[in-house]
């Protein structure tokens, strides 16, 4: 009786997207492994669009489109950071709203990240800015040039921090030591 060996490097596609109600980046890799490779980068224009219910409109069927394209098997966005206007971070959540109603209505597992770990996973520097993020991308994927939008290669940076976290276990606040990670993983130490 043979066994049935399972690829455990499945390829793998990730749409990365950084949310703006004014301009929305995205970004689509594909992974194999620890190796990853650059399948489309850019931006959805939507200052054209007169009202936000509009723009909305336009997200959904934009990032359905690049959906229905690319088939991603995950998809990761950029988390809002704080602001302090209020009216800014409703219209920036609504439209972060409608990017993943595009990815749940294909049942396609979400994950966000704050734009801190982005920078972090991608520089080594979580305060990092725009640029030092799209120059890292420019090395890492061989860019021979950047494109003006930067919002671009923000959401290309949110799909490579996907592919860096995938598989390990996401946690918030500080950790408890390994004492604690042995408690609550018996079956991942070896004796």
């Known amino acids: 009786m043979s066994k049935e060996v399972k690829n455990p490097t499945k390829e793998k596609i990730i749409l990365g997207i ?60 950029e988390a809002p950071f704080y602001g302090v206007n209020v009216q800014s971070m409703l219209k920036l959540g609504r439209a972060q709203g409608v990017a993943m109603a595009a990815a749940l209505a294909r049942e396609i597992p979400i994950t966000e990240y704050s734009p801190k770990k982005v920078k972090q996973s991608v520089t080594g520097n979580g305060n990092a800015s725009k640029e030092q993020v799209a120059a890292m991308l420019q090395t890492l994927f061989d860019l021979k040039e ?13 799909a490579l921090c996907h592919h860096f976290h995938e598989g390990r276990v996401q946690t918030r606040g500080r950790s408890k030591g390994w004492k604690s990670f042995i408690e609550d993983n018996p079956d991942r130490v070896k004796k």
């Open 18 to 77: 950084d949310p703006g109600t004014n301009v929305m980046g995205y970004g689509l890799i594909k992974t194999e492994g620890k190796k990853y490779e650059l399948l489309q980068y850019g931006v959805i224009h939507l200052k054209k669009y007169g009202t936000h219910e509009l723009k909305l409109k336009k997200i959904f069927e934009r990032i359905s489109g690049i959906i229905e394209e690319f088939l991603p098997d995950s998809v990761a966005l």
């Open 146 to 158: 950047l494109p003006k939008m930067l919002d671009a290669t923000d959401a290309l940076a949110v």
